[in-house]
């Protein structure tokens, strides 16, 4: 692997954590269907509708790193605006389980963003400590 493309990365995870940032400091939840009464198959057609668009979304992400990769000059500003789009997306996930009544039972290691199982006092990916609750 080339420079080019570790400075890259680099980028990839100053901006993703950016992202982070102004995800928490704006609060912007999804909230546009949360008015709604909808019934839990109509939530369930939604939630499997953003599933298969985060899928797409982690291709275009993935996409954009393997085109950087081969020497093609990405704007951080658009790997900036596939990270929210994620980031959204999955709130928005988050907030149709809500409204489905299944609370996510997923938590995820507040180091990496991995997914954590019940009981584990370290993260599996990167070995942080785990509060336990
Ligand atoms: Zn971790």
Do not use: W
Not at 30 to 59: C, F, M, S
Not at 73 to 99: C, R
Request: with cysteine; net charge positive.
């Amino acid at each position: 692997m080339n420079e080019k493309f570790y400075a890259f990365l680099d980028t990839v995870k100053k901006t993703a954590k950016e992202v982070r940032h102004a995800a928490s400091s704006v609060g912007y939840l999804a909230r546009k269907e949360a008015g709604k009464a909808a019934t839990n198959a109509q939530l369930n057609v939604q939630i499997l509708a953003k599933q298969r668009e985060i899928q797409t979304a982690y291709q275009g992400l993935g996409k954009l790193i393997y085109d950087q990769h081969n020497g093609s000059d990405t704007e951080s500003g658009a790997l900036m605006e596939k990270l929210e789009a994620l980031d959204a997306l999955h709130l928005e996930v988050a907030e149709l389980e809500k409204q489905a009544g299944r609370v996510s039972v997923v938590k995820t290691c507040p180091t990496c963003g991995a997914e954590r199982k019940e009981g584990d006092a370290y993260c599996r990916v990167c070995g942080a400590k785990l509060k336990t609750e």
